[in-house]
C-alpha cells in the first residue's frame, strides 16, 4: 500500500519560514520523480516544486527564489523549505510521486497559514 504523508504545516506570519515534510512508504522511491503541490479552495491544484531522483530541481515561478525542495532516498522523504512567506501562499500543501509521466501518488495534504 502506497502512502505519503505530510507533516510540517500551520500557521505563520507573513515574511516567516516553514518546512514541509513528507515520509513516503509502499513503491521504489528512489526511482520517482517527487513534487510539492498546492491548493486554494475552489482554485486548481498547482505544482510548486519537483525534484527527480538524482536531485534536479524545479520550481514555479512564483516561489523561485523563496523553497527549496530537497529528498532523502534512504529515508524515503522529500521535503519543501519555504522562506518570506506571502499571504497568497496559504494553501493546503500536498506532496505526491510522480509515476509514468503523472502524479499518481498523493498525501492527504497539510495546511499552511500565512497570517498576522
Known amino acids: 500500500q502506497v502512502q505519503l504523508v505530510e507533516s510540517g504545516g500551520g500557521l505563520v506570519q507573513p515574511g516567516g519560514s516553514l518546512n514541509l515534510s513528507c515520509a513516503v512508504s509502499?513503491?521504489?522511491?528512489?526511482?520517482?520523480?517527487m513534487g510539492w503541490h498546492r491548493q486554494v479552495p475552489g482554485n486548481q491544484r498547482d505544482l510548486v516544486a519537483e525534484i527527480t531522483p538524482g536531485g534536479t530541481t524545479h520550481y514555479a515561478e512564483f516561489v523561485k527564489g523563496r523553497a527549496t525542495i530537497s529528498r532523502d532516498n534512504a529515508q524515503k522523504t522529500v521535503s519543501l523549505q519555504m522562506n518570506r512567506l506571502k499571504f497568497d501562499d496559504t494553501a493546503v500543501y500536498y506532496c505526491?510521486?510522480?509515476?509514468?509521466?503523472?502524479?499518481?501518488?498523493w498525501g492527504q495534504g497539510t495546511q499552511v497559514t500565512v497570517s498576522s
Open positions: 505526491a510521486a510522480r509515476v509514468g509521466g503523472r502524479y499518481l501518488h
Open positions: 509502499g513503491i521504489r522511491f528512489d526511482v520517482f520523480p
